[in-house]
């Protein structure tokens, strides 16, 4: 069997050869990957029950918790020029701070000034199930700005050899990071995504997914 050091046709994945997307079902809402630093891979924990008989400790599998997931991102603003067919375009750079400020609208939330407004004007602000305008988190909202998200393993020359999909994920904890005059280092923001289950596939030459035996195919 050919070994990463005993062959130079094989080698390990590489930490820093990786690219994520996002696939949002609805909205503008993105994470280009360019801007991710370093995100987790999935992981899971399956608690245990234990049954104690005379001096004996005998454990039992339980339920499976997939692990939450953790990925810091740059924070790039301002513009940018790229060139088509020699006419300068002006594009913007995505500034993640306001784009992720702008999904908590999609996931349902609503400050309490537009609470108020709604209540004070009869209901006419915005929309609701019940006409009132005032709406609240929901998970439908949130897996739908979200979308599934995939972190792929790349190789030298761009291949994706592993894949795995978050499946119903969404986001559950932003921190925006922190400003210090004695730093001169990129601003980031650190991103908890949570999600159902992850389902994990290898790629082959061909380029064909091949699914885990735990994934229904």
């Known amino acids: 069997m050919a070994t990463f050091w005993s062959s130079a046709q094989v080698e390990p994945k590489r930490k ?3 690219l994520v997307q996002f696939n949002p079902v609805s ?3 993105d994470v280009p990957s360019f801007v991710v630093k370093k995100i987790d891979k999935p992981g899971f924990t399956i608690t245990e029950t234990k049954h104690t008989f005379l001096g004996h400790n005998f454990f039992f599998p339980g339920k499976l918790e997939w692990k939450e997931i953790s990925m810091s991102i740059v924070d790039p603003a301002g513009t940018g020029i790229s060139q088509n067919a020699g006419i300068d375009i002006v594009e913007q750079i995505p500034d993640m701070t306001r784009n992720l400020t702008q999904i908590l609208s999609a996931f349902g939330y609503q400050n ?5 407004q709604a209540l004070n004007n009869g ?3 915005g929309t609701g199930t019940a006409g009132t305008g005032i709406k609240s988190f929901s998970k439908a909202g949130a897996v739908a700005t979200t979308g599934n998200v995939n972190i792929l393993q790349i190789d030298d020359d761009g291949n ?3 894949k795995w999909s978050l499946r119903n994920a969404w986001i559950k ?3 925006f990071g922190s400003n210090d005059y004695s730093s001169d280092d990129a601003q980031e923001v650190t991103v908890k995504l949570r999600y159902d289950w992850a389902e994990f596939y290898s790629v082959g030459a061909d380029g064909v997914e091949i699914a885990s035996t735990y994934v229904n195919r």
């Open 27 to 29: 909205g503008d809402f």
């Open 112 to 116: 309490p000034a537009i609470v108020a």
């Open 160 to 162: 994706v050899v592993e």
């Open 123 to 125: 209901g006419d602000v």
């Open 173 to 175: 904890d932003i921190q």
């Open 16 to 18: 820093f050869k990786f």
